[in-house]
T-cell receptor, first 112, second 117 residues
Framework: SQQGEEDPQALSIQEGENATMNCSYK?????LQWYRQNSGRGLVHLIL?????REKHSGRLRVTLDTSKKSSSLLITASRAADTASYFC????????????FGGGTRLMVKP | GAVVSQHPSRVICKSGTSVKIECRSL??????MFWYRQFPKKSLMLMAT?????????EQGVEKDKFLINHASLTLSTLTVTSAHPEDSSFYIC?????????????FGPGTRLTVT
């Protein structure tokens, strides 16, 4: 079953602006991951944040995790047209044997 | 990094025929492999989890006899869509995990687009 809920479902911004996507989940997790998917393509792993971490950076990406609120956010700074894609969060729950549960995804469009 | 391949990348088949999709971990041994299905503009839905040498565990609502999964070796899992129908048309993605539970490692294949005519 889908645990994660993402908002917004769709986001349209201008190049250079920041994009923030949110993800909420319901059960205790080992970690939360963010993936990117270009239209019709496979998933690309962006970043993993463990349950004992609160914030993580990777290039223009910043991920936060609030386990008390069971939520995470992905911030893409200084967006580029090439960032246009769907972004999914996925949770690795306790005792789930590495099984990932995906959120509904956010479709990001960055206009040049 | 770890690489997972899928074959074929695209397949078109006629209604009533069966289609086999292969998922291979190229440079690591996959203790567990997962099969996902994705409808256009939707998220990935886990179909089943397969462990090498044992029967796959299917998610609720996924027909075992319709979607046959074989994980015969630590580097290969296959998904066979039997007696395919147009509603089976979808994007199928596999992933492979080498690690122990909670390690978070899971590597995704590029996906297979199935179109049933």
């Amino acid at each position: 079953s889908q645990q994660g809920e993402e908002d917004p479902q769709a986001l349209s911004i201008q190049e250079g602006e920041n994009a923030t996507m949110n993800c909420s989940y319901k059960t205790s997790i080992n970690n939360l991951q963010w993936y990117r998917q270009n239209s019709g393509r496979g998933l690309v792993h962006l970043i993993l944040i463990r349950s004992n971490e609160r914030e993580k950076h990777s290039g223009r990406l910043r991920v936060t995790l609030d386990t008390s609120k069971k939520s995470s956010s992905l911030l893409i700074t200084a967006s580029r047209a090439a960032d246009t894609a769907s972004y999914f969060c996925a949770t690795d729950a306790h005792n789930a044997g590495n099984m990932l549960t995906f959120g509904g995804g956010t479709r990001l469009m960055v206009k040049p | 990094g770890a690489v997972v391949s899928q074959h074929p990348s695209r397949v078109i088949c006629k209604s009533g025929t069966s289609v086999k999709i292969e998922c291979r971990s190229l440079d690591f041994q996959a203790t567990t492999m997962f099969w996902y299905r994705q409808f256009p503009k939707k998220s990935l839905m886990l179909m089943a989890t397969s462990n090498e040498g044992s029967k796959a565990t299917y998610e609720q609502g996924v027909e075992k006899d319709k979607f046959l999964i074989n994980h015969a070796s630590l580097t290969l899992s296959t998904l066979t869509v039997t007696s395919a129908h147009p509603e089976d048309s979808s994007f199928y993605i596999c992933s492979a995990s080498p690690g122990t539970s909670g390690s978070g490692e899971q590597y995704f294949g590029p996906g297979t687009r199935l179109t049933v005519t």
